[in-house]
C-alpha cells in the first residue's frame, strides 16, 4: 500500500525547514537529508525516524517504537522507531527528533567509513609458478 497523498505532505510540511528530499522506496518514502536516510514514510501513513544508542532510551521513555522485519522465523528491531502522535503533532518537537534523527544517521555513516572498523579480506592466492618455455 502506497504513502497517502495527505500524510506525505503532512509530514513533508512538518519537516520543511529541514528541506529533506524524498525518494519512493517500496510503497513508502524514504527521506534524507545530507544524502543520508533519516526517516521512512511507510505505506501504513506511519513516521519512522533514525535511531542509535544514543537517543533510543530517550525515544522509547516517549513512546517510539522499533520498526520490525521478520526473516526465517526470527523478527529484528531496525534502527528505525515510531514518532508518536504529539511529537508527529508539534512541528517544533518533531524537528528536534527530525534533528536527532540526522544526527543518529551521520553517526552511522561516521562508524562505517571508521578505519578501526575491519574489513573482510579475502587471503591472496599463491603466486602461480612461471611456464617455462621451450
Do not use: C
Not at 509530514?11 to 519512493?24: H, T
Not at 521512512?40 to 506511519?46: E, M
Not at 528491531?77 to 527530525?98: F, G, H, K, N, Q
Not at 592466492?125 to 611456464?131: G, N, R, T, V, Y
Amino acid at each position: 500500500m502506497p504513502v497517502s497523498p495527505d500524510f506525505r505532505v503532512f509530514v513533508l510540511d512538518q519537516l520543511a525547514g529541514l528541506d529533506p528530499i524524498e525518494k519512493r522506496m517500496f510503497g513508502g518514502i524514504g527521506l534524507f537529508v545530507d544524502g543520508l536516510m533519516f526517516g521512512i514514510v511507510s505505506g501504513s501513513d506511519v513516521l519512522y525516524l533514525k535511531t542509535d544508542e544514543a537517543i533510543a532510551a530517550t525515544v522509547a521513555a516517549a513512546g517510539g517504537v522499533p520498526m520490525q522485519y521478520t526473516r526465517a522465523g526470527k523478527t529484528r528491531d531496525m534502527s528505525y522507531s515510531t514518532v508518536p502522535a504529539d511529537i508527529l503533532d508539534d512541528p517544533e518537537d518533531l524537528r528536534s527528533w527530525a534533528e536527532n534523527a540526522i544526527a543518529a544517521a551521520h553517526r552511522a555513516a561516521a562508524a562505517k567509513r571508521s578505519p578501526t572498523r575491519t574489513k573482510k579480506t579475502r587471503p591472496k592466492k599463491p603466486a602461480s609458478s612461471e611456464k617455462k618455455s621451450s
